[in-house]
């Protein structure tokens, strides 16, 4: 079928070897008129090199003269005497008549400087103002025999004014003293003496000398030119440049003279370039024609042997294209189009091979695969394809769509800045995780690893796709359950304490106050008994709805534990503020509640309300006094609101005396050490214990951990209390092993005031020196706030510097922080003890059982060794054995126990074969 633009194949050949021959006779043509242009171009170079060496020559000629001259003067007897006596007259008429001799030129400066008398005699004559240029300041600085060449302004249309200059010092005869300086100086402006001389020496009518862009003085046609500055600009890599029918030269005066660049541009006949030109011009006709016809018949020729192979290749290549099922070829006549035409058939094979073998590998790989280039999608498998909901079929709406449209908004603008990082050579991350888009627009978290390739002959980047959805659902689930509360669905106690930190740096930064409600039900704990825990949850879950109903969006509202709420007023303007916002709070919770169906509640609240910055600007603080306060309000009969006074802090009083008594303790070692063994219930041994101080005071009796602990915290005596517990923890050990007690490891605990003093990793080594203590049968135990504490120094280089001792680490308290078990991967932890709060309602809470699960698989997939703390029953023992936890802590096994109790305990527990306490 023909179309309306359709050609002639063989005038297609016939003009595109016409136009081969053509193209390349013009070409030869054209280079053999470059390099004739190229030869005469290197002579001009040539001559341009020679010129530049004369014209320095004459140059510094033109200078030796003025010098000698100057010297000539300088040694003149009479000027000596002249000088030596003071007689100015006498002086200047010398110089006066040296400066009238015929030498070529005259001295425009012509000053003798003596000692303490600059200028003392200036018989120079010059237009231009001199002293502008060389003040007797800076002739005093003049080299000896030496030409300066100074620059200044000429004050005519911002000419520069050149002046070469030279100082010969004047010594008498006689005694060798210097009796002065004389300075000798010469315009280079308009100055007929040197360009006179180079006119004849370069033999040339027209010069212009340069200094830098501008011109300081010209002859002849350079001279009269409208703009000699735009010659000179034309000296851009070269020594000469033609301007229409002439050659102008470069020469470079650098060398001759110290001082700025200057430069001499001299003007020649350009007959050369001109005379090659024309011959080319009359050779070009006649040299056309005969290519053309050479063109056409070479043309006809060459297609008339050429068209049916070439007609044979073209039908195999369709035939390929519209089906790959036979790919035989079948020759020609044309050896080298069969030998073509074979190597096809080959390609066209290896090829299907390879692209059924490459596809076949990509597509059925269980990661998913995406190919991409220039922001566009080039290839995705099918694992891809099923990671965004897209069916099989639906590859072609994938392929060719940005790439950034297969990630969330959200993260458009990281990977824009990942692309632009690696396209400007930058560094940016090869694997991240990052958010994908499927096709109902929901968010699949993904993994990627990325590497450059090669894709259909251009740049492209391969990556791999992992779904992660189900590792971060699990590591929000242990944040979540870490952070909020999972009754309410409220911030517990360590995102609240989190929280209230910012309001009170804000509120500290923008100058207002910021108000802590500590509520408390009142009589819940009848309304749970009475009518069960269902019940009572369904009043705490609607407690936490009234109170957020009647708060603004900006307050915060937790559950600290069990019937306890705390509110955070942040945008509040005076206590009068806190306190309706309180009664609004008070007033929603008095109304009756309907729960279990058809059971109306009546409950009120008790608050305490304490205020920033007036009642304190610690957060701890802070809420101690609002829990003080309300405890006043319950005291009074409850439904009350009470704001924290001074005179509810009775317990700092308190405070304060037992950070006296505990000095006092410290001092005297009146502190010991309690043991609570830690229980493998898989082989019913002792693992190991957990060495508890305790404190008995002589005046107040035993003091609970609980009071002075937090005490110690607060005023840095946790230091030299942590450094007692660890040496005495230690000698309990030594003197454990001297009885033949088997004891495989003791913990200590470490507090993060302890982390941050600079001198506890030299004091832990120093312990294990005085006591030799085995550093391998020593596990110390931090909490999470430990690895995140970064007021002191590292925490993960401490942890580190720990470790190097051959100290194994335990994680205490793990799921109260703020850490996720991907973090642990970070921190050369060996242990990590689940919080006694997971473990209490583990038989009743499914949440609890899912987290400790959770917790007990990641561990051991990171080959972390799990202690569950705080078990107190025998249904939870096996719950935790059932779910691969092992090492089992809590009063159900052991309590803590004084030392020799402890040893007892250890003798009778030592055997394998002996059943301990508390297990079957």
Not at 567 to 590: C, G, K, M, Q
Not at 832 to 844: G, M, V, W
Request: net charge negative; glycine share 8%.
């Amino acid at each position: 079928m023909r179309r309306k633009n359709d050609f002639s194949f063989n005038r297609f050949v016939l003009g595109l070897f016409a136009v081969a021959l053509l193209t390349t006779s013009a070409a030869l043509f054209a280079i053999s008129y470059i390099g004739s242009l190229s030869i005469a171009d290197r002579e001009l170079e040539r001559f341009a090199r020679k010129e530049g060496m004369l014209a320095r020559l004459v140059f510094n000629q033109s200078l030796a003269r003025l010098d000698t001259h100057l010297r000539a003067l300088a040694d003149n007897s009479a000027l000596r005497r002249g000088i030596a006596s003071g007689n100015d007259k006498l002086v200047r008429q010398i110089l006066k008549d040296a400066a009238e001799q015929p030498v070529g030129a005259q001295f425009e400066l012509l000053v003798i400087d003596r000692a303490g008398m600059p200028g003392w005699i200036d018989a120079g004559s010059s237009i231009y103002d001199l002293g502008a240029i060389l003040p007797a300041s800076e002739r005093a600085r003049l080299p000896a025999g030496t030409w300066r060449l100074l620059a200044g302004d000429s004050g005519r249309d911002g000419t520069p004014l050149l002046l070469a200059v030279e100082a010969i010092p004047i010594i008498d005869e006689l005694d060798g003293r210097v009796l002065g300086t004389l300075a000798g100086g010469y315009v280079l402006n308009d100055s007929m003496f040197i360009l006179s001389d180079m006119v004849q020496a370069l033999d040339t009518e027209s010069l212009a000398l340069f200094q830098g862009d501008r011109v300081v003085a010209s002859v002849g046609m350079l001279r009269t030119h409208s703009d000699p500055e735009e010659l000179y600009d034309g000296f851009v890599d070269g020594s000469h440049v033609l301007v229409d029918d002439r050659l102008l030269v470069h020469s470079s005066l650098a060398g001759s003279i110290d001082g700025p660049e200057i430069h001499l541009v001299s003007d020649h006949p350009g007959e050369t370039i001109e005379n090659i030109q024309d011959t080319y011009r009359t050779l070009f006709t006649p040299f056309l024609l005969y290519v053309l016809a050479g063109s056409v018949l070479g043309a006809y020729a060459l297609h008339r042997f050429t068209s049916p192979a070439l007609q044979r290749l073209v039908g195999y290549a369709n035939k390929i294209r519209s089906d790959t099922s036979d790919l035989t070829y079948r020759p020609g006549k044309v050896r080298e189009f069969n030998a073509l035409g074979s190597a096809l058939q080959e390609a066209f094979q290896d090829l299907k091979e390879t692209d059924a073998q490459f596809r076949a590998l990509i597509d059925e790989s269980l990661q998913g695969v995406i190919i991409h280039a220039d922001l566009k999608v080039l290839y995705v498998n099918d694992s891809l394809l099923r990671i965004l909901g897209y069916s099989i079929d639906d590859r072609h709406k994938v392929i060719g769509q940005p790439v950034i449209n297969l990630f969330a908004p959200e993260e458009h603008d990281r990977m824009f800045s990942y692309n632009k990082a690696r396209e400007s050579g930058a560094s940016a991350p090869d694997v991240y995780e990052v958010k994908a888009i499927a096709t109902d627009s929901t968010r699949v978290w993904v993994e990627v690893h990325l590497r450059q390739t090669r894709w259909n002959g251009v740049d492209a980047y391969y990556a791999t796709i992992s779904d992660i959805s189900e590792r971060k659902r699990q590591e929000e689930l242990i944040v979540r359950q870490a952070n909020f509360d999972t009754l309410t669905g409220l911030p517990n106690r360590n995102l609240f304490r989190d929280r209230l930190v910012q309001a009170m740096s804000r509120a500290q930064w923008e100058g207002h106050i910021v108000a802590l409600l500590f509520l408390d039900l009142d009589r819940f704990k009848n309304i749970n008994d009475s009518l069960g825990h269902s019940t009572g949850d369904q009043l705490i879950k609607a407690t936490a709805t009234r109170i957020g109903s009647v708060l603004d969006d900006n307050d915060t509202v937790a559950r600290l534990g069990g019937d306890e709420f705390a509110v955070i007023l942040s945008n509040t303007r005076s206590v009068f503020d806190v306190e309706i916002a309180a009664a609004r709070v008070l007033e929603e919770l008095s109304r009756p509640l309907v729960v279990g169906g058809n059971v109306e509640v009546f409950s009120t609240a008790s608050i305490g309300i304490t205020v920033f910055p007036a009642d304190g600007n610690d957060d701890e603080l802070l809420l101690r006094q609002a829990d003080t306060a309300m405890y006043h309000a319950k005291a009074e009969g409850g439904n009350k609101l009470r704001f924290f006074s001074a005179h509810m802090n009775e317990h700092v009083a308190r405070a304060l005396e037992l950070e006296s008594s505990l000095r006092r303790a410290l001092e005297k070692r009146q502190l010991t050490l309690n043991f609570q063994p830690v229980i493998d219930i898989g082989r019913n041994i002792v693992s190991g214990c957990e060495a508890l101080v305790r404190w008995n005071d002589p005046e107040r009796g035993a003091i609970s951990p609980a009071d002075f602990i937090p005490i110690a915290e607060n005023t840095g005596l946790i230091v030299p209390l942590g450094a007692f517990v660890l040496e005495e923890a230690c000698l309990f050990y030594q003197r454990c092993i001297a009885k033949g007690l088997d004891l495989p490891t003791i913990s200590v605990n470490v507090s993060p005031r302890q982390c941050r003093d600079e001198r506890f990793i030299d004091l832990v080594r120093d312990t294990l020196a005085r006591t030799g203590m085995p550093p391998d049968r020593l596990h110390l135990e931090i909490t999470e706030s430990v690895m995140f504490d970064e007021t002191g120094s590292d925490p993960i280089e401490t942890l580190h510097a720990i470790r190097s001792l051959g100290i194994r680490l335990s994680l205490d308290d793990f799921g109260t922080g703020f850490s996720s078990l991907s973090n642990l991967k970070r921190f050369p932890i060996d242990t990590l003890k689940i919080d006694r709060s997971f473990i209490r309602d583990l038989e009743t809470d499914r949440d609890d059982l899912a987290l400790v699960e959770a917790i007990v698989v990641m561990a051991a997939s990171l080959g972390i060794t799990v202690i569950a703390e705080g078990v107190e029953t025998e249904g939870q023992c096996r719950l935790l054995g059932n779910l691969g936890c092992t090492q089992i802590q809590g009063f159900h096994l052991g309590r803590p126990m004084p030392d020799e109790q402890f040893q007892g305990f250890l003798s009778a527990h030592g055997e394998t074969s002996t059943p301990v306490a508390g297990t079957a």
